[in-house]
């Protein structure tokens, strides 16, 4: 079994900051990509950032210049400094690999549970 888990998520003011963490565990054979996606309230699940094996990285508009998305490959983590925060970044910030399992062979679309950012004064 294969699974991904994101950490620091929490209350943080506005222009504050925030790192979350992602790792992913179980039979993997490797990971082609990871990434962040976010879910406010009542609105569509949208991209934040992702970042491929080879390095090429992705940002949305909204984030661009503020978040930074990087990776360890040793632990299979997956990370998201975010810089500068607004209230309109709060969500549900999800984590998402693509992966081989080394058990079944098979490519898998993982997605975390997520975990919750609010920025509030």
């Known amino acids: 079994q294969v699974q991904l888990v994101e950490s620091g998520g929490g209350l943080v003011q506005p222009g504050g900051s925030l790192r979350l963490s992602c790792v992913a565990s179980?039979?993997?054979?490797?990971?082609?990509?990871m990434g962040w996606y976010r879910q406010a309230p009542g609105k569509q699940r949208e991209l934040v950032a992702t970042d491929t094996s080879g390095g090429s990285k992705n940002y949305a508009d909204s984030v661009k210049g503020r978040f930074t998305i990087s990776r360890d490959s040793a632990e299979n983590t997956v990370y998201l400094l975010m810089n500068s925060l607004k209230p309109e970044d709060t969500a549900v910030y999800y984590c998402?690999?693509?992966?081989?399992?080394?058990?079944?062979?098979?490519?898998?679309?993982?997605w975390g549970r997520g975990t919750l950012v609010t920025v509030s004064a």
């Open positions: 998402n690999a693509g992966v081989v399992s080394s058990f079944s062979k098979r490519y898998l679309d993982l």
């Open positions: 179980g039979s993997i054979a490797s990971i082609n990509l």
